[in-house]
């Protein structure tokens, strides 16, 4: 079983509480630790836009990446969210187990 992490930004932190919960429920992640405030500098509609995010990030298996993706898509209030995934390289293999049988 591979393991990854999901990195997705919200509005506020209302949001990534709402999204988050219905990841854990639905059981595509085992877990999503939500950081309540952070800056965001970007480019959206041909100008830099700056704006306080909240962040969630997830754990969970490759094989839910797709399903999780689609979900966050759903429930997210942005036209274009950000949803990334990668790998985790190296872990507490006792976590990992966790992981696995925490998702579905």
Not at 37 to 54: F, G, L, P, R
Request: one cysteine or more; proline letters at 3%; aromatic letters at 10%.
């Amino acid at each position: 079983m591979s393991a990854w992490f999901v990195y997705i930004t919200a509005k506020d932190k209302q949001q990534a509480y709402e999204i988050g919960r219905a990841l854990v429920e639905e059981r595509l992640v085992a877990c999503v630790n939500i950081v309540d405030v952070m800056t965001s500098m970007y480019w959206w509609q041909d100008k830099v836009q700056e704006d306080n995010e909240a962040v969630c990030i997830a754990k969970t298996r490759q094989t839910l990446i797709e399903p999780l993706i689609e979900r966050v898509k759903q429930l997210h209030s942005y036209e274009c969210p950000c949803v990334i995934a990668w790998p985790i390289q190296a872990a507490n293999e006792a976590y990992l187990k966790w992981i696995r049988d925490e998702t579905h």
